[in-house]
């Protein structure tokens, strides 16, 4: 009887991804980036039109992709609406968490309200959509999760008070999980860039002006993400730095 050899590590399926703030900046270039790749992606952000574009250009490499309007800042609503997405693919293999907000100012003039919302958002948001795809992960003993957090995380900078505590925060939750799901088969990789040329720095809660072509470009952090996301079951990176090799942070 003759038989087709079967390739190592081949994969029998399309694996299914959520990016969240897909729809610009990283998520738009790690979406493209696994679309090339060969991963089906939900597609979740805020702006319909923006996902649309990215899921039409996605939807060339001969994907499934489809995109959510969720707004992250509803936390009572988030897992939720991510178990759906799950349901909708038939199960989730990654997610990549990547939304968030930008925010600048000093510790003693920011607001409560100002405070409590980039936690929410950056931090927040993530242990829900986590909450959303653990159980199917868990059953299924299998799953990568990517956290995109910041070099803020680990450096001081002035006027970045709420930003780095988010994100210092989401460093310390990313690893606390990978500890507890690592007996799960679930893998957790944080990514901490330092600064990538983004809309976050057009949007009125940043107050900085830094020359943005030293900077990170979204695809170089979407190649990383990506090569994290296929790396074989066996391995795991669990944080990852990137800096511009000028040194610009």
Known sequence: ?????????????????IITGAGSGIGRATSLAFARAGINIALVGRSLKSLEDVAKESAKEGIKVKPYVIDLDQLDMVSIQIQKIVSDFNGIDIIVNNAGMGYTNLLRETSLTDWQRVLDLNLTSVFQCVQGVLPYMRKH??????????????????????YSVSKAALLSFSKILAEEERSKGIRVTTIIPGAVNTPIWDTITVQEDFER????????????????????????IEEITILPSSGNF
């Open 213 to 236: 072509t030293a900077m990170l470009s979204p695809d170089l952090v979407a190649q990383t993400i990506l090569q994290v996301a296929l790396l074989p079951i066996e391995a795991n």
């Open 1 to 17: 009887m003759n038989s087709s050899p079967t390739r190592p590590n081949a994969i029998p399926t399309r694996p299914n991804a």
């Open 141 to 162: 003993m299998k799953g990568t999760i990517v956290n995109i957090s910041s070099i803020a995380a680990t450096n001081v900078f002035s006027n970045w008070g709420a």
